[in-house]
């Protein structure tokens, strides 16, 4: 399977708890992004990578979010001390530089659930 | 701050007959995207559109795209059932795509 791919697929943890979830792009795809949607909603941008650079981060990512991409290939997003406001379904995606359309594909998302 | 706005949000309709969602954008943008996402699912790509004028046909879907307007349109051609699923436009400048809230598709048979 040469897409997107995100780990774990469903998360429940308990309010304070920390978790971390892992996306791995499409290989020579040099942008990833990630997003949250909640139910209902659009998905929201929390912030992209060009290889290992985080070029943005959105106002929605609290200090207690953080990511990385350190070799520029996967990326792993953490949340510290969840609270029930992260429930969401959290998606990767990624995109490369090669055809006019340079598209976004996605990942699966992992749903994230806080007691 | 770009924006997208998609109207209607909620849309039950019959098998058979057509409609059309709109899309407007706030800002110029380099790239318009529309996606289908069935419940629980991740995003599916439907169309990419490029340049002012743009039509794309894929079955029973068109999209189309408007840039002096701002305005992309989806519509839908003699609705079956399996197209009920939320459909999301999602607008793209400077390497960053703000998605809309979403239409929610329901077709009866």
């Known amino acids: 399977d040469t897409g997107v791919s995100q780990d774990p697929r469903h998360k429940i943890t308990k309010r304070g708890q920390n978790v971390t979830f892992r996306c791995d792009p499409i290989s020579e795809h040099n942008r990833l992004y990630w997003y949250r949607q909640t139910l209902g909603q659009g998905p929201e941008f929390l912030t992209y990578f060009q290889n290992e650079a985080q070029l943005e981060k959105s106002r929605l990512l609290s200090d207690r979010f953080s990511a990385e991409r350190p070799k520029g290939s996967f990326s792993t997003l953490e949340i510290q001390r969840t609270e029930q406001g992260d429930s969401a379904m959290y998606l990767c995606?990624?995109?490369?530089?090669?055809?006019?359309?340079?598209?976004?594909?996605f990942g699966p998302g992992t749903r994230l659930t806080v007691l | 701050e770009l924006k997208v706005e998609q109207n209607p949000l909620f849309l039950s309709m019959q098998e058979g007959k057509n409609y059309t969602i709109y899309c407007n954008y706030s800002?110029?943008?380099?790239?318009l995207y529309w996606y289908r996402q069935d419940p629980g699912k991740s995003l599916e790509s439907l169309f990419v559109l490029l340049s002012n004028g743009a039509v794309k046909q894929e079955g029973r879907l068109m999209a189309s795209l408007d840039t002096k307007a701002r305005l992309s349109t989806l519509h839908i051609t003699a609705a079956v059932h399996d197209l009920s699923a939320t459909y999301f436009c999602a607008v793209d400048r400077d390497d960053k795509i703000i998605f809309g809230k979403g239409t929610r598709l329901h077709i009866l048979p």
């Open positions: 995606a990624s995109r490369g530089w090669a055809g006019v359309y340079n598209e976004q594909f």
């Open positions: 800002t110029t943008s380099d790239r």
